[in-house]
C-alpha cells in the first residue's frame, strides 16, 4: 500500500509561482509512474502532468504546457510540480496518484493511489 502526501499548496497572485510536493511511503517509488491531476469546484478531475518511472519521460495537458514541469527524485520519494506563470483558471485542488504497470496515463480511474490533494488559489 502506498501513501502520498501532498505539500506546497496556497494562495499566490496571477503571474506568480507555486512548487508542490508529493512524498510517497510504503512501496518502491520507482516502481510507479506518477501523476498530477487537479479538480476545479463545480468541475471534473483532470489530467495535468506526469512522469515515467525513471523520470526520463513527461506528458502534459495543453492547458499548463511551458508553464507546469514536472519531475521526480527517486532518492527521496518525491515527485515535484512546478507551476509558474499562474493564471486564476489553475486555482484547484491538486493531487498526486500513483500507477502500476503501464496503463494510459492521460486517465485517473488507471491510477492505484491518492494523496487527499492540497489546495492552489490563484487571485486575479
Known amino acids: 500500500q502506498v501513501q502520498l502526501v501532498e505539500s506546497g499548496g496556497g494562495l499566490v497572485q496571477a503571474g506568480g509561482s507555486l512548487r508542490l510536493s508529493c512524498a510517497a511511503s510504503g512501496g518502491t517509488f520507482s516502481n510507479y509512474r506518477m501523476g498530477w491531476f487537479r479538480q476545479a469546484p463545480g468541475k471534473e478531475r483532470e489530467f495535468v502532468a506526469t512522469v515515467s518511472r525513471s523520470g526520463g519521460s513527461t506528458y502534459y495537458a495543453d492547458s499548463v504546457k511551458g508553464r507546469f514541469s514536472i519531475s521526480r527524485d527517486n532518492a527521496k520519494n518525491t515527485v515535484y510540480l512546478q507551476m509558474l506563470s499562474l493564471k486564476p483558471e489553475d486555482t484547484a485542488v491538486y493531487y498526486c496518484?500513483?500507477?502500476?504497470?503501464?496503463?494510459?496515463?492521460?486517465?485517473?480511474?488507471?491510477?492505484?493511489?491518492w494523496g487527499q490533494g492540497t489546495q492552489v488559489t490563484v487571485s486575479s
Open positions: 496518484a500513483a500507477m502500476r504497470g503501464t496503463r494510459a496515463y492521460l486517465s485517473g480511474s488507471n491510477y492505484d493511489y
